[in-house]
Every structure is written in C-alpha cells, then in structure tokens.
C-alpha cells in the first residue's frame, strides 16, 4: 500500500475517495502538478478545505477563464463574470446565481477528464 493509499482509506466518503485516486492517477499519467496539489487538497482534513463566494471569483477572475475550488463554493456576493467553475462542493445559491450569470459549473471529476494536462485552469483558495 502506497503512502496515498493509506490517508485515503481514513475517509469515509466514498465518491471523494475515489475522486482523489483518479486525480493521482492523472497527475502520474500526465505528469500534471495541479491534479497532485489538487488530491493532497482533497484528502486533507475537511475544516482545512477553502469555502469561496462568488464575490471572491468576480474580483479574481476573468472573462472566459476556468477556476478549480478544492473546498466549497459559497453564494454570497453576486458574479458578473462568465466563468466556468469547478468546486468539490457548492451551495444552491451559488449555482443558482451562476447560472443566471451564463456560467457554467461542472465536477472536478468532468473538468480534469476534459482537461488532463490542467492547463490554463486558476486555482482559488
């Protein structure tokens, strides 16, 4: 058993164990350092993990770029930015409010199938 293996196996949700396996596994494929730092996020302690607004990506973020939240996004604030958000968690304002600003919000799972090498990708914290 690797060193990943066993902080893996204290969690017991199932879907982040398996998220943070398949984002290992992705970072060794395509020698990605952003799948890396995302997993060791990831399978941290769950109170260490970000909670963002949407505030904090319209003040941060451009039109047409691709954010990555290791933590949850929170909807306070509003976003006037058309962004694609991936976040591990999210409230139902906050996907709500992004909708009605025309951006889009997929899973990190979605986002790194279709962006394996994490380019061009802004982490948020």
Not at 109 to 125: F, R, T, V
Request: aromatic share 4%; net charge positive.
């Amino acid at each position: 058993m690797g060193k990943h293996a066993r902080a893996i196996s204290r969690k017991t949700n199932p879907q982040l164990v398996g998220l943070v396996s398949r984002l290992y596994s992705l970072s060794a494929k395509e020698k990605s350092r952003l799948w890396r730092d995302v997993a060791q996020r990831l399978e941290g302690p769950a109170k260490a993990r970000p909670s963002v607004n949407l505030s904090k990506l319209d003040r941060y973020c451009e039109d047409g770029e691709t954010v990555l939240i290791p933590g949850k996004l929170l909807g306070a604030g509003n976003i006037s930015k058309k962004v694609t958000v991936s976040a591990f968690a999210h409230s139902g304002s906050a996907a709500r409010k992004l909708a009605e600003a025309g951006c889009s919000l997929v899973s990190i799972d979605a986002l790194a199938q279709s962006n394996p090498a994490g380019s061009k990708i802004k982490i948020i914290i």
